[in-house]
């Protein structure tokens, strides 16, 4: 610790500061998810059947589809910033180690984007 | 062969094994608080990856239209008449909802003893074994009170 030289953060000889942001994010999300994911739950034992009319009907409402849009952005941020902290500890090499943070930091928007794409076409019409 | 790990037994053959284990990062033995720890990361990890993956092929299937959404139960959860390939996915499918819904409610039940050890409550032996426990017990039970919930209506 001490007076770390700001070429001394470069070189990785100190931390980013970005520890505590994550730490707290992970918990907000975490109430996030404990609300909406038992929301899903819930709401699906409380369907009256799986085929695709029922499941479309109740998804096209407009609080289940902001509920699930809501749940996506949680979940996926929350699994986003809990993969990272597994390969932080798992991951040592320094080239896979960036590979592995460079798809953390793409894949979850990808798979979110399409995730709020497919909730927004069953509730705005489409298929 | 486990070259840097040690089992209890390896230095405590004689030893009384109720008797407190030494500060040497290797030797240890396995307590409800370790199992729970690393099961909330296994769980996390499974949810990240298998759970979303489900749950975007499910999303998919759902905003692609009535044939898409019946593909997708033909491999989850109900095969097609004389599709032995589905036979076997469908078996497959419903041991990974279980095992899904069972990371999840584990998760969440040791989520829930992680806000409450955050805030510097439960460090004690005896509470952290017991509540360690607790979300062992309530991850398998809220499992079985969900998958009873869906399927005994």
Known sequence: MGNGTSIGRVRGLGSAKHG??????QRFTAIGNLILVVWLLASLVMLPGYDYATVHTWLARPFSATAMVLMIVSTFWHARLGVQVMAEDYVHDEG???????????????????????????????? | MRPFRCEPGDFMAQANNARPLSPHLAIWRWGPAMVVSILHRAAGNGLAFGGIALLLWWLGALASGPAAYQT?????????PGNSLQTVTTLLGKLVLVGLSWAFFQHMSSGIRH??????????LEANTRWSLVTLVSGVVLTALFWALLLLR
């Open chain 1, 96 to 127: 896979l180690k960036f590979a592995v943070l460079a798809a953390l930091n793409s894949i979850p928007l990808a798979a979110a984007a399409f995730g709020i794409i497919c909730v927004l076409r069953i509730a705005l019409g489409g298929a």
């Open chain 2, 115 to 124: 806000f409450f050890l955050d805030v510097g409550a439960g460090y004690e």
């Open chain 1, 20 to 25: 505590s942001s994550h730490w707290l994010v």
């Open chain 2, 72 to 80: 997708f139960l033909h491999w989850i959860w109900t095969a097609e």
